[in-house]
């Protein structure tokens, strides 16, 4: 499938306009996922070659997002951007990335739910997923996620870690 991530950024901000928020700000529903179109391009980034590895960057605080997505792509990483677990799903059913760096408190579906999920579904159950979190209490919580690092991170060590779990995961 080729795609062009840079045209998930633009769904991205068409869906998410659209999606369910919190109820004391509004009562419309959680958005299927599977019921929601994606277009999709090649590649999001012109430093990343093809064959560069493809992370699915999920954290519904944008200026979190960009600084692991920025320390990516400084790494010769492609990237996508979900805002929470619904849309991560979506995504990764639609891209198949070669791993997931996926928060753990997010809203409408936080990241142990889009975990048990991926991991449940064959399309997805081989992804490596990286949980970051900054409730300690998660690191026995294992089966859901591969790995995971504890908030505050530096993105080096996200970086790292990524590496790490693509390369296994090659094997």
């Known amino acids: 499938m080729e795609a062009t991530f840079g045209r998930v950024r633009a769904f991205l901000e068409r869906f998410q306009g659209n ?11 959680v958005p299927d996922p599977e019921e929601t179109t ?3 391009d090649d590649k999001n980034d012109a430093r990343a070659g093809v064959d560069a590895p493809f992370v699915l960057v999920v954290d519904d605080h944008k200026d979190t997002r960009e600084a692991y997505v920025n320390e990516l792509h400084a790494a010769g990483f492609r990237t996508a951007e979900a805002e929470n677990g619904v849309i991560a799903l979506k995504i990764a059913h639609a891209v198949h990335p070669d791993a997931i760096l996926l928060d753990y408190a997010m809203p409408m579906m936080d990241g142990l739910q889009a975990a048990l999920c991926l991991k449940r579904d064959p399309r997805t159950a081989r992804i490596p997923i990286v949980l970051v979190t900054a409730f300690r209490a998660l690191a026995g919580d294992r089966g859901r996620y ?3 690092l504890e908030k ?3 993105p080096r060590d996200v970086v790292a870690m990524l590496r790490a779990v693509i390369a296994r995961n090659a094997v």
Do not use: G, K, Y
């Open 19 to 29: 999606v369910a928020r919190p109820a004391h700000t509004a009562s419309r529903p």
């Open 152 to 154: 505050p991170c530096d």
């Open 146 to 148: 591969d790995e995971i």
């Open 38 to 40: 994606l277009p999709l």
